[in-house]
């Protein structure tokens, strides 16, 4: 069994944890108030890892730079994905090929997942996210366009995400 590690650092949008192990990331949270709400976010991992920033340096240093608003791609960083319902799994993999700046329906993701009535399954897969950021939830929106259903700072974090994502210009 590999070590686990986790962090909490901030960043220009508040305090994020994360939890690493063989270099994939295992667990993320969307920018917190504090760093004790970006620990407890990521509670249990805490309990069977050990605490060690060096080993989310690079993940760090991108999601640092993506919070203060730089043209970073964070799907580039590995995830494990593992223990989850294979829809899920597939819902995950195609948010993550949402561009940045853009949305994609509850409806789309669903058929990329390979289940295009599944909308509802597909809002539950964004909900139970545990990458957000690596797996671009706030990108998922309703069928109109607006936005519902978002953990962590509400509808207005991901308000704020998406407004971050439209003022960066696209790397050259």
Request: glycine share 12%.
């Amino acid at each position: 069994m590999q070590e686990t590690f986790h962090d909490v650092f901030e960043t220009a949008l508040g305090w994020v944890g994360i939890v690493t192990a063989g270099g994939k990331v295992l667990r993320t949270t969307l920018p917190e108030g504090s760093r004790l709400a970006g620990l407890e976010a990521i509670e249990p991992h805490t309990q069977s890892s050990t605490y060690d920033p060096e080993a989310s340096d690079r993940q760090r240093e991108l999601i640092r730079r993506y919070c203060a608003g730089e043209s970073v791609d964070l799907t580039s960083l590995p995830v494990a994905l593992g223990g989850s319902p294979v829809f899920f799994r597939n819902a995950w993999l195609a948010c993550r090929n949402i561009p940045a700046g853009e949305t994609r329906s509850y409806a789309w993701l669903a058929s990329q997942a390979g289940n295009a009535r599944a909308a509802r399954a597909a809002g539950q897969a964004m909900a139970r996210n545990r990458l957000p950021l690596l797996v671009p939830c706030h990108r998922v929106v309703g069928s109109d366009g607006g936005l519902h259903g978002f953990g962590g700072g509400g509808l207005s974090m991901k308000a704020r995400l998406l407004e971050l994502e439209s003022r960066v210009e696209p790397a050259s």
